[in-house]
């Protein structure tokens, strides 16, 4: 698999109407790494990251995939080196879960290719590592809104891409989902695949990131490993309450309200 795919967006500058949204956001996503945003509510995360994926097209600033502007890609090419979980997608169709998994195949195989019995397998693999296995037959409009969100991380991860980009993944997940799609992410992270993810908990940034973006005031302000960059001040500022800071004997990080 050719995992050579990076994503960088270089000092992006977006509006609605009179609200700049982002001022000069520059962020960027290597093979083989996880990369947790993190901000307020608002703050531009979803914006950010559709800007990266070339759904929104920026003021200023430039996004590159592969060192080539985003411009210079199709839709399909962009969807076969990027995967893409949304925030609060809702499907209208009564597909059966293994269904949704298996649209994801079609950026890289085709509209025409006939679905093989090794995507059923992979599918069906997905379905196991993510715990929704014994759902695989049931309509998506009858699962619930964690279900759903796991079906959809299926799909994005059966779609093969060299990267990965998630918005609020874990929003819904009970505490075991979360720590299986985490452990499932640093899996992909051995492979060489980069993954980019949206967060509101700091902790989940400790759990496996390489390194920790802050999103305020439309920068990203602070872009480290995350001992060095997200402490009790950062959280505080981020989200104007007090915390205390736990720390673990491995250095990361816990924060419990004061
Ligand atoms: N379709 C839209 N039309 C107008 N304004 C929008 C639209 N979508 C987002 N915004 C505004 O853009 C700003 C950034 O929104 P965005 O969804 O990127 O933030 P976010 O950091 O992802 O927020 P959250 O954590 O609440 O999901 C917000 O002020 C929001 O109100």
Redesign the pocket.
């Known amino acids: 698999m050719d995992v050579s795919a990076s994503l960088e967006a270089a000092a992006l500058v977006f509006s ?1 109407g009179e ?1 700049r ?1 982002l001022d000069g956001a520059s962020l960027a996503l290597a093979p083989g790494e996880i990369v947790s945003l993190l ?1 307020a ?7 950010l990251l559709r800007l990266m994926l070339g759904f929104l097209k920026p003021d200023g600033g430039a996004v590159a995939l592969d060192n080539r502007t985003l411009r210079a890609w199709s839709r399909r090419d962009i969807a076969r080196q990027v995967a893409y979980v949304a ?1 609060n997608h809702v499907a209208p169709f009564p597909y059966r879960v293994r269904d949704v998994v298996l649209l994801g195949r079609l950026p890289q195989a085709g509209w025409l290719a006939p679905v093989a019995a090794r995507d059923f397998e992979a599918a069906d693999a997905l379905l196991e590592d993510l715990g929704i296995l014994p759902l695989a037959d049931r309509p998506y409009t009858e699962i619930s809104g964690g279900e759903r969100q796991l079906t959809l991380i299926a799909r994005a991860l059966a779609q093969g891409a060299n990267l990965l980009v998630m918005d609020e993944p874990m929003a819904g997940l009970d505490y075991g989902a979360q720590i299986r799609l985490m452990r499932l992410l640093q899996g992909l992270k051995r492979q060489g695949i980069g993954v980019l993810l ?1 967060t ?1 908990h700091p902790e989940h940034a400790f759990w496996a990131s390489d390194r920790i973006a802050l999103l305020e005031q439309g920068r990203v302000t602070v872009d480290g490993a995350p001992c060095d960059v997200l402490d009790a001040e950062a959280v505080e500022r981020l989200y104007r309450v007090q915390v205390k800071t736990l720390t673990a004997a491995d250095g990361r990080r816990a924060f419990l309200p004061e």
Do not use: A
């Open positions: 609605r609200r949204v901000g509510n608002g703050s531009g995360k979803t914006t925030q949206s509101h």
